[in-house]
């Protein structure tokens, strides 16, 4: 059974920084590649960042970009997002998820992050 599991968010005031942590269970994920989404309330899920599998090159949303660093260890089945200067748009629940050709093929249950002004 694939099981990803998020935690690591919390209530952080505009500024701070959280590291997100995503356990993956269930199968090696060693050759997918990971990605982090989030959504707000009363908004779509948008995607926030992936590495690749092969080489781990990164990508991030404009929107984060500078500010959200994505990792991984594949030894250890992890996936980590580490979040500094925080804004208040930032609010949202966070998943993680692994990646196939097609798009995300399995999801975790998520983690709320709430940045406060």
């Known amino acids: 059974q694939v099981q990803l599991v998020e935690s690591g968010g919390g209530l952080v005031q505009a500024g701070g920084s959280l590291r997100l942590s995503c356990a993956a269970s269930?199968?090696?994920?060693?050759?997918?590649?990971m990605g982090w989404y989030r959504q707000a309330p009363g908004k779509d899920r948008e995607f926030v960042a992936r590495?690749?599998?092969?080489?781990?090159?990164?990508y991030y949303a404009d929107s984060v970009k500078g500010r959200f660093t994505i990792s991984r260890d594949n030894a250890k089945n992890m996936v980590w997002l580490q979040m500094n200067s925080l804004k208040p748009e930032d609010t949202a629940v966070y998943y993680c998820?692994?990646?196939?050709?097609?798009?995300?093929?399995?999801w975790g249950q998520g983690t709320q992050v709430t940045v406060s002004s």
């Open positions: 998820a692994s990646l196939s050709l097609l798009g995300p093929d399995y």
């Open positions: 269930g199968r090696s994920f060693s050759r997918s590649s």
């Open positions: 590495i690749s599998w092969s080489d781990g090159k990164t």
